[in-house]
């Protein structure tokens, strides 16, 4: 069983800034990517940004320059660094892991954590 639990989101005024949290925990054999992905009311889950084991990150190009992802691999904990915030921000943002539970799990498979709420007033 893999849990992932996120922490950090809130209200915020526009061009604040604000920093999520995620820790994945129980049968994680191999980390491999983590992420951030975000859905604002009516819309579909888009990408925020991943980071992978090895640091390589990938961006959604409305966070670009505002946003930064990090992860510390020994605790299994993904952080995402909001910068410069706008109410287009506003959405449940969702950590997710791309990983194998255990050694005879043979494939990754995506782990979602329940979501925390940021609201960018204006």
């Known amino acids: 069983q893999v849990q992932l639990v996120e922490s950090g989101g809130g209200l915020v005024q526009a061009g604040g800034s604000l920093r999520l949290s995620c820790v994945a925990s129980?049968?994680?054999?191999?980390?491999?990517?983590m992420g951030w992905y975000r859905q604002a009311p009516g819309k579909q889950r888009e990408l925020v940004t991943t980071?992978?084991?090895?640091?390589?990150?990938n961006y959604g190009d409305s966070v670009a320059g505002r946003f930064a992802i990090s992860r510390d691999n020994g605790k299994n904990t993904v952080y995402l660094q909001m910068n410069s915030l706008k109410p287009e921000d506003t959405a449940v943002y969702y950590c997710?892991?791309?990983?194998?539970?255990?050694?005879?799990?043979?494939?990754?498979?995506?782990?979602w954590g329940q979501g925390t709420q940021v609201t960018v007033s204006s």
């Open positions: 997710n892991a791309f990983l194998r539970a255990a050694p005879y799990v043979l494939t990754y498979k995506d782990y």
């Open positions: 129980g049968n994680i054999f191999n980390n491999n990517r």
């Open positions: 980071i992978t084991a090895d640091g390589s990150t």
